[in-house]
Nanobody
Framework: VQLQAFGGGLVQAGDSLRLSCAAS????????MAWFRQAPGKEREFVAN????????AYADSVKGRFIMTRDNAKNTVYLQMNSLKLGDSAVYYC??????????????????WGQGTQVTVSS
């Protein structure tokens, strides 16, 4: 499966932003999808993931209550709605996927497919 993320930009603290990740080349509902992010000088970290039906989700503690991950299987797309953005949310955001049953997998090594990143910059 090929993944393409988009929707990043420059926003102010407290604003909202929605990222999208379009998938192609696979049976979309068979993939667990995820968002990761990587800030300069830091390791790539898990943000959220979602199962094939969109019912089961997991979030990093740092974004819980502010970010919402959803998927539209008719459009082969996942979304990350980011609300109440903070300076610390600034990073390159990546979508990722693995084929199989859902587990709340948070390790970078657990995902086989990656999209290019989209930059999110939060200013004060």
């Amino acid at each position: 499966v090929q993944l393409q993320a988009f929707g990043g930009g420059l926003v102010q603290a407290g604003d909202s932003l929605r990222l999208s990740c379009a998938a192609s080349g696979g049976i979309f509902t068979r993939y667990v999808m995820a968002w990761f992010r990587q800030a300069p000088g830091k390791e790539r970290e898990f943000v959220a993931n979602i199962n094939g039906s969109g019912v089961r989700k997991a979030y990093a503690d740092s974004v819980k209550g502010r970010f919402i991950m959803t998927r539209d299987n008719a459009k082969n797309t996942v979304y990350l709605q980011m609300n109440s953005l903070k300076l610390g949310d600034s990073a390159v955001y990546y979508c990722a996927a693995f084929l199989g049953a859902y587990v709340a997998r948070t390790s970078v090594n657990g995902y086989d497919y990656w999209g290019q990143g989209t930059q999110v910059t939060v200013s004060s």
